[in-house]
């Protein structure tokens, strides 16, 4: 298989690698994109191999509560300029409070849905785009519920580029709840807890550290109990309640969340455009073929 430069790029945006090794590793893999990555990271030449998908596309995140009931979604936008305008942001408060209300299951059942205007909701967001005069898109949705004894944990960063929704159980301390959604927006955790990552993950999380510490010639009969120490490690920067807490770096999110009274349930996490590829071009290019179509 050909390994391109821009396979070789990407692995170095995901990885942090050097450009020849990245285009070793894809060439030892033949250009499989994940094998590369486990590659690097065996050899010890990645900083980076979680790095999240490289984010593209612009909007905004959003989050709309009505007593026990809660939003966080995504709504995008080609450009940032866009994203901040003013009637960007009421249509977005206008899906929220449309979607909350009516809870559709998807995001096409939302579309084909019908609003007060006599509009479906995909031809309300046409209308918009008319105005506004660039693509908008309503990417998705997460609807949540909880009882009067629990905390909705809301937290929108950097005006809506990332937007977490926590649930907090047996507590009503709201404070504390949006303490812990702002530290999964500073350090986007995987999952709550360890029993939710699963038994393949874990697996192939010690495969590699443990090729990771032969290729460090480690002595074999030390590198079992090597690779169970750096297993917790891994569990530190997947699961919430093993990270220390940002508000105070001596404490775990979980002895946090347990001092409150309460349990952690879940979180959502949105980072606007996050696994979105966009458009590369030529600015200078762009505005010159404008030039000459006119």
């Given amino acids: 298989m050909t390994i391109t430069a821009q396979m070789v790029k990407e692995l170095r945006e995901k990885t942090g690698a050097g450009m020849m090794d990245c285009k070793k590793a894809l060439t030892e893999v033949n250009g499989d994109m994940e094998a590369a990555i486990d590659f690097l990271r065996e050899k010890g030449l990645s900083s980076a191999a979680k790095k999240a998908d490289r984010i593209a596309a612009e909007g905004t995140t959003f989050i709309h509560i009505e007593g026990n009931e809660a939003i966080l979604l995504e709504v995008n936008a080609e450009t940032d300029f866009v994203a901040k305008n003013e009637g960007f942001q009421t249509l977005v408060r206008e899906l929220a409070d449309f979607l909350l209300t009516n809870k559709p299951a998807s995001v096409e059942e939302a579309l084909a849905m019908k609003m007060e205007n006599g509009l479906t909701v995909a031809d309300h967001i046409s209308n918009a785009i008319a105005k506004i005069g660039e693509k908008l898109t309503l990417r998705r949705f997460e609807i949540r519920t909880k009882t009067d004894e629990d905390a909705f944990g809301p937290y929108l960063h950097m005006g809506g580029r990332i937007g977490v929704l926590a649930i907090v159980e047996g507590t009503t301390d709201a404070d504390a709840a949006r303490d812990v959604a702002m530290h999964v927006a500073a350090l986007n955790?995987?999952?709550?807890?360890?029993?939710?990552?699963?038994?393949?993950?874990?697996?192939?999380?010690?495969?590699?550290?443990?090729?990771?510490?032969?290729?460090?010639?480690?002595?074999?009969?030390?590198?079992?109990?090597?690779?169970?120490?750096?297993?917790?490690?891994?569990?530190?920067?997947?699961?919430?309640?093993?990270?220390?807490?940002?508000?105070?770096?001596?404490?775990?999110?979980?002895?946090?969340?347990?001092?409150?009274?309460?349990?952690?349930?879940?979180?959502?996490?949105?980072?606007?455009?996050?696994g979105i590829e966009k458009r590369e071009e030529n600015f200078a290019d762009e505005v010159m073929n404008q030039v000459k179509g006119n």
């Fill in 189 to 274: 955790p995987k999952y709550v807890s360890r029993d939710q990552v699963s038994t393949e993950e874990v697996e192939h999380e010690r495969k590699i550290l443990t090729e990771q510490a032969l290729n460090e010639g480690k002595p074999e009969n030390i590198v079992a109990k090597m690779v169970e120490g750096r297993i917790g490690k891994f569990f530190e920067e997947v699961c919430v309640l093993d990270q220390a807490f940002v508000k105070n770096s001596d404490q775990k999110v979980g002895d946090f969340v347990k001092s409150t009274g309460g349990t952690l349930k879940e979180f959502t996490r949105y980072a606007v455009g996050e």
